[in-house]
């Protein structure tokens, strides 16, 4: 952090962490005015001539951190104006003593001037090219190349041993209810959900089982099948394909790829148009972290 960074810190923190005891600047009580309501123009407060504007206030507020941006309106923005005053009394001081001369200030003044138009100009274009009609229509392209795969719902009853298993099939053959046997017999932890597994895809379950219940109709109950966790009695409940996600399951996806296609787009085509000349000098890179910005 640079040594004015560290110095306007000093200044801002103390400040907003100091919030609702702050801002005890006299204020002059104007002479009645016709009521105008407030624009960015508005002027708040003028410091030797300089004017603090609402505008300066809205755009403060907007560059803090977010567990600052939380305070009350009512909170924030006596604490603001007085930062505002604070940094402006600051500013000017600098400013007569020369340090506005230094070269990495115009620079890094050229840089934010540079980023915001940037982030600006590249919202707007976002906001007009994700809209929705586009996010349909990429929707409609992203599911026309999806396939539909089989779906399973099965039910299924886990004991230790195959003769338990045998016995459970005999059971059922003799009428018994598959979801209450699950609930008085199972060990595993569907059992007192009647044994249900909900849906599932191909190899989702452990092969032994995934194949045991590709191979059933539906309503069929399988012999037992042993897999690493005990013995198995299967049910297959229902199948159907899997049905494809919805709008608003990918609306999110699908919106971050239309905004990243459309800026590089954007910055493709602003290239093409642009002329551009780098000059090839071989510059060490680590001359970044060792020459002074705001230094003579």
Known sequence: MTHLA???GAVCLPMLTALPLYAQTTTETPAETPVQAPSLATVLATVNGTDITLGHVVSLRGSLPEQYRQFPAEVLYP???DQLIDQTLLANKAEADGLAALPGVTQTLENERRGLLAN???EALLDAAVTDEA???AYEEAISG????E???ASHILVETE???NALVTRLENGADFAALAREASIGPSGPNGGNLGWFGPGQMVPTFDATVQALTVGEISAPVETQFGWHVVILNDQRL???PTLAELSGQLGDQLRQQTVRNEIESLRDAAEITETALDVDPSILLALPLYQE
Do not use: R
């Open 120 to 122: 600006l100009g590249l």
């Open 151 to 153: 779906e399973f719902n």
């Open 79 to 81: 604490g603001l104006i």
């Open 135 to 137: 996010l349909q229509a």
């Open 242 to 244: 899997a049905p494809l």
């Open 6 to 8: 560290k110095a306007f």
């Open 146 to 149: 999806m396939e539909q795969t």
């Open 163 to 165: 003769e338990e298993a």
